[in-house]
């Protein structure tokens, strides 16, 4: 199974847990750590919409939980025809810890995948290295 393989069956594994009762629109994301570590998010609705979480920040929680701070590649996956890339505060969130070598692969039940570089999703984007030097 190759790396991408990887990180999208693990993003189907935890979108099967998502907690969506109000959007009925259940997504996973897998990130693969700097580090070489795998770590999952799903999407958790709340009654007091749009108080939820998205996969992709869950992920990012659980990776900075373990300790790691950079993320290689992610994978997000949400039932629809065509891949299901991260929502704008998502891609904002993901380049925090990501640099522009970072890929971001989105997929779709259908089968339908699809890369992006990092600046492909957030071009010109807002990062750490514009707070001179603070931050990652």
Known sequence: MSG???LFAAAAQVRARAYAPYSRFAV???IRGA???????CNVENAAYPSGACAEQN????MIAAGERRIAEIAVLGDALEPVTPCGACRQRIREFA???????AGALSGARRSYGMAELLPDAFGPDHLNGAGA
Do not use: F, K, P
């Open 4 to 6: 991408i393989d990887e």
């Open 35 to 41: 580090g070489g570590g795998l770590y999952l998010g």
């Open 28 to 30: 996973g994301a897998a």
């Open 59 to 62: 992920a990012i929680g659980a």
């Open 99 to 105: 640099d522009i070598s970072t890929r971001i692969h």
